[in-house]
């Protein structure tokens, strides 16, 4: 079978993910209905010691495949020491790991 025809696809890819991606610590709510909702998270900062964020306002999410690996993306806007950063939040389910990515 030439060209892929009759081959199954595990669905899109969004590509990889632009900027600079940091691990965190994340506590999250999961809903009855499966739905995954960031509640507080936990970040080193440049002087190693971690910070924690408890205000967390989601604008979106969206299931996503980044090479392959399937995530859900949550733009974000984080409230730490009074000012408001935005943010994506990606969870990767397979790995069950938290990111976050500034923009």
């Not at 709510?29 to 002087?47: A, N, R, Y």
């Not at 964020?53 to 979106?60: G, M, P, Q, T």
Request: aromatic content about 12%.
């Amino acid at each position: 079978m030439a060209f892929g025809i009759g081959t199954s696809s595990s669905g899109a890819d969004a590509g990889s993910v632009r900027g600079m991606q940091k691990r965190i610590g994340c506590q999250c709510w999961f809903t009855s209905t499966g739905k995954v909702m960031p509640l507080m998270l936990k970040i080193q900062d440049e002087d190693g010691e971690i910070q924690t964020i408890r205000e967390i306002i989601v604008h979106s999410q969206e299931k996503k495949r980044y090479a392959g690996f399937p995530s859900i993306e949550y733009d974000c806007t984080l409230v730490f020491h009074g000012q408001s950063v935005k943010a994506w939040l990606i969870y990767y389910q397979s790995e069950n790991r938290w990111v976050i990515n500034f923009r």
